[in-house]
């Protein structure tokens, strides 16, 4: 199972969730038959201190937790990095009590063939996706990937979790703190990427960059001394960059960043991004590859329909283009089609 890796990576963004309820066991299994290398899973903390894969702490979009009348009273307001929200938060429940939960569809108006799978297959723990890797890896005969997002690292450091000390526990646990080669950590984070190097989890490490904000961690430190946080922005400059070569692997940025638009905003060739990060020795991926006509550009678009499928294939040709080496997809098989497409054309 040393065979060379195939580039771009395709990376099933929690598994597959083009054609099941994301973070589902058939979601993540259905990823590798599809041909994906590696999976994401994104972790956050259960009150008893398990991690669990969510898209975010905050499950009512991903679970059916709020048709479960036992847990009415534990709907509650947070601010979470910032951001104001209502719903249920794993950091309120135990994990005994999270699995009696089952995950639906999140993106109901886009993908209503999907709410088919709703209610039928209960939440999972980190490990339980490193075991399923595991498996499908000896089933496939391929060593395959796993791309851990950590979610929300200084929110959980404020209300007493340290999902750093957490994860690098877990990898021990499960033999993963052995597989460097097939494990990359990412977050929107700096800082918890920084411990767990320095602590000596060994794994690539990646800088998730959003198009606009900052991260969370240097929002709050500048909030207690008074300084100012770099912005995302900044990290995607020359300057940037610099600063981050000798911190982290590589940097995962939002499809965006890697497409020059023209002045009405269509889709017009790809920036020099990957060029720039590669002339500094770091990696690049970037997110998240859907064929839907409203997560793609105007340019690709087939009808005013946003759940309808567009011209799919030539905006992940474009990015592709870009020599980016890594790219999250909804539907693995899209991915692998586009990359195949592309060592045609090459």
């Known amino acids: 199972m040393s065979e060379p890796q195939a580039h771009p990576l395709v990376i099933g963004h929690r598994g597959a969730p083009g054609y099941r309820p994301e973070h589902s066991e058939a979601s993540y299994r259905l990823a590798f038959d599809l041909g994906a290398d590696a999976v994401e899973p994104d972790v956050v903390v259960t009150r008893d201190g398990v991690l669990v894969v969510r898209h975010e702490n905050e499950i009512s979009g991903t679970t059916d937790v709020a048709s479960h009348k036992e847990f009415k ?43 088919a799978y709703d209610g039928q297959e209960p939440m999972l723990r980190l490990r339980d996706v490193l075991r399923i890797v595991d498996e499908e890896s000896a ?49 929107f984070e700096l800082g918890v990427l920084v411990r767990l190097r320095q602590a000596g989890v060994r794994a690539s490490y990646v800088f998730l960059a959003e198009r606009s904000g900052a991260p969370a961690d240097e929002v709050a430190h500048a909030r207690e001394s008074g300084g100012r946080a770099n912005t995302y922005e900044w990290y995607r400059s020359d300057a940037g960059l610099d600063y981050l070569r000798s911190r ?67 905006e992940f040709a474009l990015v592709l283009s870009s020599g980016v080496d890594g790219i999250f997809v909804d539907h693995p098989d899209l991915g692998v089609a586009a990359r195949e497409a592309e060592s045609v054309a090459g």
């Open 248 to 314: 982290v692997d590589g940097i995962s940025v939002d499809k965006g960043s890697l497409i020059r638009t023209n002045a009405i905003g269509l889709a017009a060739g790809p920036e020099d991004l990957v060029a720039r990060a590669h002339a500094r020795g770091l990696l690049v991926f970037t997110w998240t590859l859907r064929p839907e006509n409203r997560y793609l550009n105007l340019r690709y678009h087939s009808s005013l329909s946003g759940a309808e499928w567009g011209d799919w294939q030539s």
């Open 139 to 187: 089933r496939g005969g391929r060593a395959l990937g796993v791309v851990l997002e950590v979610k929300h690292a200084d929110y959980f450091r404020s209300i007493g979790f340290d999902i750093a000390a957490l994860i690098q526990d877990e990898l021990a646990t499960t033999g993963w703190a052995d597989r460097p080669e097939r494990l990359t950590i990412e977050c």
């Open 73 to 115: 009273g534990r709907r509650t307001t947070k601010v979470v990095d910032g951001v104001r929200m209502t719903g249920w938060f794993t950091e309120d429940f135990t994990w005994a009590e999270l699995r009696t939960l089952r995950c639906v569809e999140r993106l109901k108006r886009v993908r209503a063939d999907n709410r």
